[in-house]
């Protein structure tokens, strides 16, 4: 490993090559764009390779990168290690890790399929941290590179309701922290982004809604404060896109543990309740961004 730095050089220096999970929609999709924007080549992984194979030919006419699609089904044992080998294989080295992949269940966990808590289990922890280790390996035998891990406001509270999607986002936020004081002396930084309410497909299709459509950011927002992140001389371990957001996280955290759930609770259940209304399972399958 290198000696000490802040900042790993260059972390979106064009020409390099970001890997984005859950690239088909919502925030990886945004993602993509604006790293193809700013002249960096692209891995798009995702479950559904006709929604990637578009995207990458819109991506090559429009901003003239290298676009390899490699649809992976991630939440299933074994993904991540099989992905690392494939790029592996390809020779292309990852520069930038964007684990945007993700899945949740609107549901108490009782009345909730056990595959479905395994596939967001699979998925938003077991997958995630494999890439991390293995990518992340990589990048600091290299000496630079990023790790983007796609977290959640939803770390900072338990979530009744949505409480093992909850869970796996508290993990995210801790497990990014503790890697980025381990590979930042190697030159790579590991970046959590802890969105709220975004317009994504994830809650479109459970049903849920958990504040008014002004609550909502978009996925440029997110993804634009994402990247000025990155692009700072000392990056910080986690960014939180929104000043509303901004505010309200550390209050958050802060919170009594009662009032907390109290609260987290009330919006869970307002989000169960429009679900249960619009006659839609509260379930969610790999890949939809679920910012919470």
Partial sequence: MSRHTDR??????PGSTALVTG???GLGEE???????????????????ERLHALADR????????????????????????LHAETA???LPIDVLINNAGSGTLADVVVTDPAALDDVIGLNVTALTGLSRLFGGDMARRGRGALVNVASL????????MAVYGA???????????????????????LTVLPGPTRTEFFDRSGGRIGPDSAYLTPSVVVA????ALDRPKPPIAVVPGRGNAFAAPLMARLPRRLGLSISGRMMALGLDIAAKSDTPGTTTPEQEHQQ
């Fill in 89 to 91: 294989a390809r020779g």
């Fill in 225 to 228: 404060s994402t990247l000025r």
């Fill in 8 to 13: 790993a050089p260059a972390l979106l220096a």
């Fill in 168 to 190: 796996s986002k508290a993990y995210v936020h801790s497990f990014t922290q503790a890697i980025d004081a381990e590979l930042r002396p190697a030159g790579v930084i590991a």
């Fill in 23 to 25: 690239a088909s929609s």
């Fill in 59 to 82: 991506i090559a006419a429009e901003y003239g990168r290298r676009v390899t699609v490699m649809p992976f089904d991630l939440s299933v044992a074994g993904a991540a290690s099989a």
């Fill in 31 to 49: 993602f993509a764009v604006q790293l193809a924007g700013r002249g960096l080549d692209l891995v798009l992984v995702a479950r559904r390779a």
């Fill in 154 to 161: 939803a770390a900072l509270l338990p979530a009744p309701h």
